[in-house]
Nanobody, 122 residues
Framework: QVQLVESGGGLVQAGGSLRLSCEPD????????LAWYRQVPGGERELVAR???????YFADSALDRFIISRDNAKNIMWMQMNSLKPEDTGVYYC????????????????WGQGTHVTVFS
């Protein structure tokens, strides 16, 4: 099965920026709503930002005014531009699709990527 793959994580100084990407590792027909979650060691995955297929967005308070989420439906790719990064933004960032259509009639729900690490140092 096609999986979601995140990229763009890394090590950055506080105040810096990173751009995360999420896309399938193969051909898919359609992605529905997409989201980014963050998880720290010992913690649960927390929603950071979400974007519907129509482009409606939601941000957690911690990301508001600093992060930008966007997508290209034709290319089946999502991005999150993270600006003014803080040490508390450190964690593993996961991409999630609530529904992914492999073909017009074949789909999977609640699909997660493997995560990309973001470390922000002061």
């Amino acid at each position: 099965q096609v999986q979601l793959v995140e990229s763009g994580g890394g090590l950055v100084q506080a105040g810096g920026s990173l751009r995360l990407s999420c896309e399938p590792d193969g051909s898919v027909f359609r992605l529905n709503d997409l989201a980014w979650y963050r998880q720290v060691p010992g913690g649960e995955r927390e929603l950071v930002a979400r974007i519907t297929r129509a482009g409606e967005v939601y941000f957690a308070d911690s990301a508001l005014d600093r992060f930008i989420i966007s997508r290209d439906n034709a290319k089946n790719i999502m991005w999150m531009q993270m600006n003014s990064l803080k040490p508390e933004d450190t964690g593993v960032y996961y991409c999630r699709a609530d529904k992914i259509y492999y073909t017009r009639d074949h789909y999977a729900i609640d699909l997660w990527g493997q995560g990309t690490h973001v470390t922000v140092f002061s």
